[in-house]
């Protein structure tokens, strides 16, 4: 993995933005600025960067930017909103008051902005008006873009017209000061919009943020520039780079406010606020123009050099954390105006590049999973889950107990013995402990935490718990028989879900009665850290149970993913070629699994192949390959370093010795020596003879080897409707196998190769490789062969598939 992606064509020495604009036009236009930082600028005096074009807004508001470029794409794409509304009331004193509606977060359009503007140019020409102050309706100020507007974008045109532009000339150099009247939250646009006012008033409550970057863009309203000059260089950058919201009392600490004031006095003290600066009695603040945070331009640009140090580990493979740097640092090094139209376009750039387009659509996906047909839709309510039992307090169970815990839920540990279940209490604490160290929950919250976990030997204890997680080794007949107990201890009401991973719900419950109440709870490791959970439900998992289930993940702070019951799921389903292609790879070509691994890392994975089967356990991976070797035959493979590393001892970290060593103590991997000896065993009892030599091959070729396969499994899952839709596996892929967010997820990865591509490769290897003894692991799918032939995105496949029902 490198540094920040570059982008093409830049002044800046370090990093090239992504646009081509001649910025010494703009530069230009803005030398005739004659008004001070405290004066307002005479009405007399040439605009700053007035733009020769007229700006006009079109049907969507683009990233925090209210510019807008011709959109390349087949037919017009409708976004349902209602028409945003912009009022505006002037008082008795002279101020105008501008209010912002456009529910449910007054989010701003390019109607939106538009109206803006017009109200301000109407504010200006009035001579009763002697202040403004801009507001938000119904307790809220702005919550930022209109982002599926952005996610439509399909490419960007010649067409230009400046929205940063009019808002530098009509907000901020307009001939009355302006002040924003924040409630709630200022988001993206929304504090663009506050920072371009003279003063910024917040209630207590209040958030602010630019959280732009999290969307694989950034700021388009000039808040690259404002927010440096405001909080400062270094605290604007962590604010934008790492997405951080403001709470009211320390942004009035940094600057960013001018006054916390309570809500109900929030519109009278505006008004006042503004009237004074008309009068001259506090001075007329101009954010583009203030210097006061930032120190010299040497300080500002070392502190911009050490920030990209600094955040170097966490960007990598992406252009627009460079981007954002790349556009602060060019307004410290020229001029800010001249950079706020630099900023805004290279936004609309970023909001059509790959990683853009990509966290929209994990943004999105976010949002459509908690969203069940038949469930969510039908007006029941969630019961509230007030108690939980674990059975089995191991490093799933006692993970289980600890997110419950953390939330201040009872939680009951059963076991099989005193020393199991002293282990399993004290593993709880310590990772509660853990927590509290790092500052996840307070000691108060840590000591409540922690006597809200209890152990037990019998389940007779369990006759008030509103839940049960069965979280036992995995053995059919073993949990067949827990269910079995639990039906007859546990209330009538009571939920009871299984945490496998693997096995079908159905054969779990094959001897319980109760059905309806039946479910599994798929928590992923560590499960008091991983934000993934699958809820896996039957056909009989009744409507209320998966709602409640639902609620129940909300609360403990994970992500419900709703899936039909089938071996695998979601995940390891989809997942279980990303190990086994990886040790065809290792055992039958030779391709070393050091670098397999070091590959897959710089792809964007936490860790490779079999860095992860010695995290999790070899012994874990080969039960997994064992079951599902049993249940598809015929494409998995019947040899894997995991049996070999079993056989040996070698569990990987837990043993001190895998595919790695380990030093004791810690968890950093070292290459083992013996490793070539162990694959040399592994080829032969896969039955290559003396005859057998390396394979040569590219590391695109090795990626593709590895990745081509989950995205073929993938297929096979939407295709069974194991997910109810393809951004939930998207999803699911991101947060349960840590697949590179800023790729939009597997099949969103897979449609921006092309299945064609994929499905030439699948088959190239497929012949290539059939008679080594893997079957029909590389053969394509046939919803792959389809979308291939048809030319259709991968996404569609689940579409297609329940559209056959």
């Known amino acids: ?82 028409r945003p509304i912009v009022t505006m009331d002037v008082g008795d004193d002279g101020v105008a008051i501008i209010t912002m509606k456009n529910p449910p977060v007054n989010a701003i359009s390019g109607e939106m902005i538009s109206a803006v503007f017009a109200k301000f140019k109407a504010a200006h020409s009035r001579k009763d008006v002697k202040a403004i102050v801009l507001t938000g309706a119904d307790g809220k100020f702005c919550g930022g873009a209109d982002i599926r507007g952005m996610q439509v974008m399909k490419s960007v045109g010649t067409a230009w017209e400046s929205g940063v532009v009019t808002m530098n000339e009509i907000i901020e150099d307009g001939p009355k000061p302006a002040v924003a009247a924040i409630e709630t939250f200022a988001l993206g646009g929304g504090l663009e919009l506050a920072m371009a006012c003279h003063a910024r008033l917040a209630t207590p409550n209040t958030r602010l943020g630019l959280p732009e970057l999290q969307l694989g863009i950034i700021p388009g309203l000039g808040g690259t520039q404002r927010l440096p000059r405001l909080v400062g260089v270094a605290k ?53 123009a203030r210097s006061d945070h930032l120190g010299s331009v040497e300080e500002s640009l070392k502190i911009i050099k050490e920030k990209r140090v600094e955040y170097k580990h966490l960007f990598k493979n992406v252009p627009h954390p460079g981007a954002c740097l790349d556009v602060v640092e060019h307004g410290l090094i020229k001029d800010p105006y001249a950079a706020t139209i630099l900023e805004e376009r290279m936004s609309v750039e970023l909001q059509v590049s790959p990683t853009g387009k990509a966290l929209m659509h994990v943004f999105f996906s976010e949002r459509a999973v908690l969203k069940v047909p038949g ?30 815990a953390l939330q201040q839920i009872p939680v009951l540990i059963k076991e099989t013995d005193t020393d199991a279940l002293k282990r399993a209490l004290n593993t709880v604490k310590v990772n509660l402990e853990n927590r509290a160290k790092k500052g ?119 992500v419900p993913l709703t899936v039909n019951s089938s071996i695998g799921f979601a995940v390891n389903r989809a997942f279980f070629s990303y190990g086994s292609s990886a040790n065809f790879l290792a055992i039958q070509l030779g391709v070393d699994p050091y670098r397999i691994d070091r590959i897959l890392k710089n792809f964007g994975m936490p860790v490779g192949p079999f860095r992860l089967a010695d995290m999790t356990g070899q012994q874990i991976s080969l039960a997994t390959n064992k079951l599902l070797r049993e249940t598809f035959p015929h494409r998995t493979l019947k040899m894997s ?165």
């Open 236 to 288: 604007a950058i962590d604010m934008m780079l790492t997405v951080q919201m403001a709470p009211a009392k320390d942004a009035l600490k940094s600057g960013l406010v001018d006054a916390v004031v309570p809500p109900e006095r929030l519109i009278a003290e505006a008004r006042k606020w503004a009237l004074n600066i008309a009068s001259g009695q506090i001075p007329w603040h101009r954010s583009l």
């Open 641 to 805: 370093l995991s049996d070999l590393m079993v056989e040996k001892n070698r569990l990987g970290e837990k043993t001190g010795k895998g595919v790695y060593n380990y030093k004791p103590g810690t968890r950093k991997e070292e290459p083992a020596p013996e490793l070539s000896d162990l694959l040399a065993e592994a080829r032969k009892r896969a039955g290559l003879g003396a005859d057998w030599r390396e394979v040569s091959i590219s590391d695109e070729e090795v990626l593709e080897m590895v990745l081509f396969p989950v995205v073929n499994e993938a297929c096979r899952v939407l295709e069974e409707k194991v997910v109810l839709r393809s951004s939930d596996l998207d999803l699911a892929s991101i947060l349960g196998m840590g697949f590179p967010k800023y790729r939009g997820g597997i099949i969103f990865w897979g449609d921006s190769i092309g299945a064609g591509h994929i499905h030439s490769q699948l088959s190239k290897w497929f012949n290539l490789y059939k008679s080594n003894g893997i079957g029909d692991f590389y053969k394509p799918s046939p919803s792959l062969e389809r979308s291939a032939s048809s030319k259709r995105k991968l996404a569609s496949i689940v579409e297609v598939s329940q559209s056959r029902l």
């Open 1 to 82: 993995m490198g540094d920040f992606m570059p982008v093409k064509g830049s002044d800046c020495p370090e990093r090239a933005v992504a646009v081509n604009l001649s910025v010494g036009d703009a530069s230009s236009a803005n030398s005739t600025r004659t008004a001070t930082a405290d004066q307002p600028p005479s009405v007399s005096n040439p605009k700053v960067g007035r733009s020769s074009r007229t700006c006009q807004f079109g049907e969507y508001f683009l990233g925090g930017s209210a510019c807008r470029k011709t959109l390349s794409r087949k037919k017009k794409v409708k976004v349902n909103m209602a």
């Open 440 to 558: 996840a929950l307070t000691q108060q919250k840590l000591q409540s935490a922690i006597s809200l976990v209890r152990g037990t030997l019998d389940y007779k204890d369990f006759g008030n718990v509103d839940l049960v997680v069965e979280a036992a080794f995995e053995s059919i007949p073993l949990k067949q028989q827990i269910f079995e107990d639990l039906e007859r201890y546990c209330k009538p009401d009571c939920i009871l879900a299984t945490n496998t991973s693997l096995i079908d719900i159905d054969l779990v419950g094959a001897k319980t009665r109760c059905q309806e109440r039946l479910a599994g709870t798929h928590f992923f490791s560590p499960a008091h850290i991983m934000p993934l959970l699958e809820l896996v439900r039957t056909e009989k998992t009744s409507p209320q149970v998966q709602l409640d289930l639902i609620n129940f993940a909300k609360v403990i702070r994970k």
């Open 375 to 404: 469930v969510t839709d039908t007006g029941l309510k969630p019961r509230q889950i007030r108690s939980v039992a674990i059975v089995g307090g191991g490093l799933m169970g006692s993970g289980i107990a600890t997110a419950v």
